[in-house]
């Protein structure tokens, strides 16, 4: 039963369900459009759906189908949607990536999303088209167990919330930046969000009254109202653009439970360190002084920074929600604590009545160089010294149609040519890389290790956090480690025992991180960074698997590039 591939699995899971318990069909219609907003008092153009930013929360049951009829009222822009978690078996045109799995949503055109939220869990979905992400189109995604199954911890409320940055500049400013020469950074966010809330000083020089208005309702501190004595699941997630985080709640611990989906074994902590793209739920309980509020607290790490911190009010029922607390807001962690962000994704294990067996050994081994580079000079991001391209016509309906001519055919490299003279340490003597839209080609159903290995960047003495992201799989952590991976020894401390499986895992500063999964879902999924502006600059790649299995695709994905053929006049 192990061996089967997991659609065969996914099948039969959905066969034996109780016949007394029936999936529903979840049906959400979305308008996508620019508003004027203020989420952190300064007035600009957000991507709103429905005109909300974040978005409506999908809540849903293990099984059911959401359907999503999409219209694109962005009049200038296209669109997609990721739905990010979801693993979409059986459906890998509706991963919504915009060049892997489908052509773009046309300004005026409506769009059907339609797939199975199979597992239970948090999880997140937003714009993946350039950069629209950070201009507000995101939101998150809820899913619960199936009636008669319970979870290993109890609480008396859920509640979900998403931690984001927010820029002032628009994505077209940002991307035109990070593609001239000389490059121009995106820089800091102008604040941190808590469930789209945050506060720019509006008296910074330079800023016109009609612009920002520090009295405006919309960027009032969020608000969490706890009863005392009560537990609470808040279900975390982080969509930030650039920012590695630290949330804390004043005086009260966190129990972590979940992560990117899978239950862990619990673990408590004061501050949660949360990188763009992971979810977590932790086990909040409301036993502090109830006569006052208290603070919670974001916070930008991993880089200097000039970013606010971001808060909200825990509020403590009866009092007033609006009723600042009493104290001055937690400062939080050092931002170049690096061990402390180190040792919770050490913790950070399965829970022992929910462990998936990893296969203990890997049929390919695939180590990815993370570096910053220069193409004509240009400042980009590469994966062994590749910076990646997306292509015209999207790579699941080239592959499956043999428009092989649409994307180039040499593959990338399993492991750079000089790997192991390679000094992550300090900014290589050769900076110069090439771009490239080719992609991996991955045998079906077989077991593949990814190394992220980081370096440092075109400044001296830098490294950076990535975070990691893969489409339509989960993955086993099964390992950390600081300086350069050794193929011969590290593996040797590899947990085969309680691996964690995410979807989204950091690399810490000039260190690796290894994961494994099985390449067991027909499709053409991306990997990548999940920082915006990195994403943007090359630092992403592509797994193809079995995709002769996927079945007849639909024809809403297609309209560009080489697709064009396949839609009738």
């Known amino acids: 039963m192990k061996n089967l591939p997991l659609i065969c699995l996914f099948l039969l899971s959905i066969l034996s369900l109780n016949s007394s318990v029936e999936a529903r069909i979840r049906h959400y219609k979305w308008e996508v459009k620019y508003e004027f907003k203020s989420p952190d008092c300064y007035k600009k153009l957000v991507i709103t759906v429905n005109g909300r930013s974040p978005g409506p929360t999908i809540l849903a049951q293990q099984g059911d189908t959401i359907v999503v009829d999409v219209k694109n009222s962005l009049v200038t822009e296209n669109v997609a949607i990721h739905w990010h978690g979801i693993r979409q078996i059986g459906s890998p045109w509706a991963d919504g990536t915009e060049g892997v799995s489908q052509c773009p949503i046309l300004p005026g055109d409506t ?23 950070e201009a507000g189109l995101y939101g998150s995604i809820r899913v619960a167990l199936p009636v008669g199954e319970t979870e290993p911890f109890s609480y008396d409320y859920d509640r979900s919330i998403i931690l984001n940055d927010w820029y002032h500049k628009s994505t077209y400013e940002q991307a035109a930046g990070l593609s001239s020469i000389p490059f121009v950074w995106v820089g800091d966010p102008q604040s941190l969000l808590i469930q789209g809330r945050g506060r720019f000083n509006c008296s910074t020089p330079g800023i016109a009254a009609d612009v920002c208005n ?13 009863v005392p004595g009560k537990t ?7 969509l930030t653009a650039l920012a590695a985080l630290s949330f804390e709640i004043e005086g009260h611990n966190m129990t972590v439970v979940e992560a990117d989906g899978h239950y862990v074994e619990p673990f408590v902590v004061k501050n949660l360190f949360i990188y763009s793209g992971e979810t977590y739920s932790v086990l909040v309980t409301a036993n502090q002084d109830p006569s006052r509020n208290y603070w919670a607290v974001t916070k930008m790490v991993s880089r200097n920074n000039t970013t606010p911190n971001g808060l909200a009010i825990f509020n403590y029922y009866p009092n007033h929600p609006t009723r600042s607390p009493p104290t001055v807001p937690p400062s939080g962690p050092l931002w170049n604590d690096v061990q402390s962000r180190v040792n919770q994704s050490l913790a950070i294990k399965s829970h022992p009545n929910y462990i998936h067996p990893v296969p203990k050994t890997s049929d390919r081994v695939i180590i990815l160089l993370n570096t910053q580079n220069r193409i004509n000079g240009s400042v980009k991001w590469s994966i062994n010294n590749v910076s990646f391209t997306l292509p015209h016509t999207p790579y699941l309906v080239a592959l499956k149609h043999n428009l092989l001519h649409t994307f180039e055919q040499t593959p990338p490299p399993d492991v750079i040519n ?67 991976f050794n193929a011969s020894e590290d593996p040797k401390r590899y947990n085969l025992v309680n691996p964690i499986m995410k979807n989204t895992v950091p690399v810490h500063l000039y260190g690796w991180t290894a994961l494994r999964f099985v390449a067991d879902n027909p499709g053409v999924w991306a990997f990548h960074c999940h920082i915006e502006s990195h994403f943007y600059m090359g630092m992403g790649a592509v797994f193809e698997e079995g995709v002769e299995k996927v079945a007849k695709l639909p024809s809403s994905i297609m309209g560009c590039g080489d697709t064009k053929r396949f839609i009738r006049p």
């Open 111 to 133: 769009f059907r999303y339609k797939f199975v939220v199979d597992r239970a869990g948090t999880y997140l979905y937003h714009a993946h088209y350039g950069m629209q992400r």
């Open 214 to 226: 520090a009295t405006n309702p919309e960027c009032s501190p969020y608000v969490f109202t706890v």
């Open 232 to 238: 609470y699941r808040l279900r975390i997630g982080s």
């Open 418 to 484: 000089g790997y192991e003279k390679y000094d992550i340490n300090v900014v290589a003597p050769n900076v110069n890389a090439t771009s490239s839209n080719s992609i991996y080609r991955l045998k079906f159903n077989t077991t593949v290790d990814i190394i992220l290995q980081n370096a440092n960047t075109l400044n001296v003495n830098n490294s950076e956090t990535h975070p990691w992201h893969l489409h339509g799989h989960d993955f086993w952590v099964l390992g950390y480690g600081s300086g350069k």
